[in-house]
Structure formats: structure tokens, C-alpha cells
């Protein structure tokens, strides 16, 4: 099994930048991509970047040019640096993976607060 851990969360102003951070631990080799997702209060989880093992990377139309998602796997981290934060990207952000064979696995999440 993987465990993952998020953390870099925080409240900024609009226009300003987070980092948000991602560790997995155990069994990495089943690792077959690593996405961010994001939820708001009585709104749906939505997919917002991935990674795959191949490093190919694929981001939600909104937060393209502004979010940049990136491993270190060395440190078996995924990140997601977000830059020109929108208050519409406000919420509880969500680490996940998806594996060779298995189900998809979920960090806790870390909370993003953007005020305008």
C-alpha cells in the first residue's frame, strides 16, 4: 500500500503563490500517476493536475499557466505550485494515486484559502 501525505497548504491574497507538497511512502513501484484534486464546501471533488509515471503532466483548463505540477523522486514527493491564485481556487486540495493494480488512494488533504 501507498500512504500520502499533503501539506504547503494556507491562506494568501489573490495573485499570490502556494506550494502544496505531496510524500508517499511504501509501495511506490504500484504507482501508475499522481494527481491533485480539490473540493469546496457543497461542491463536487474535481481533478485539477496530474503526473504520470512517465512524467507526462496534464492540468484542468482553469489552472493552466498558473499551476505547475512537478516530482522529486528522490523524495518519492509530487508538488503542485500554484502561482496567480483566484479566490475560485479555494478549497480542501487532495493528493491521489492512481496504481498499476489496485484502487485509487487519498491523502487527507490540505486546506487552500484564497482571499480577494
Known amino acids: 500500500q501507498v500512504q500520502l501525505v499533503e501539506s504547503g497548504g494556507g491562506s494568501v491574497q489573490a495573485g499570490g503563490s502556494l506550494r502544496l507538497s505531496c510524500a508517499a511512502s511504501g509501495s511506490i513501484s504500484s504507482i501508475n500517476a499522481v494527481g491533485w484534486y480539490r473540493q469546496a464546501p457543497g461542491n463536487a471533488r474535481e481533478w485539477v493536475a496530474d503526473i504520470t509515471r512517465g512524467g507526462y503532466t496534464r492540468y484542468l483548463d482553469s489552472v493552466k499557466g498558473r499551476f505547475t505540477i512537478s516530482r522529486d523522486n528522490g523524495e518519492n514527493t509530487v508538488y503542485l505550485q500554484m502561482n496567480t491564485l483566484k479566490p475560485e481556487d479555494t478549497g480542501v486540495y487532495y493528493c491521489?494515486?492512481?496504481?498499476?493494480?489496485?484502487?485509487?488512494?487519498w491523502g487527507k488533504g490540505t486546506q487552500v484559502t484564497v482571499s480577494s
Open positions: 491521489a494515486v492512481t496504481q498499476i493494480v489496485g484502487p485509487r488512494l
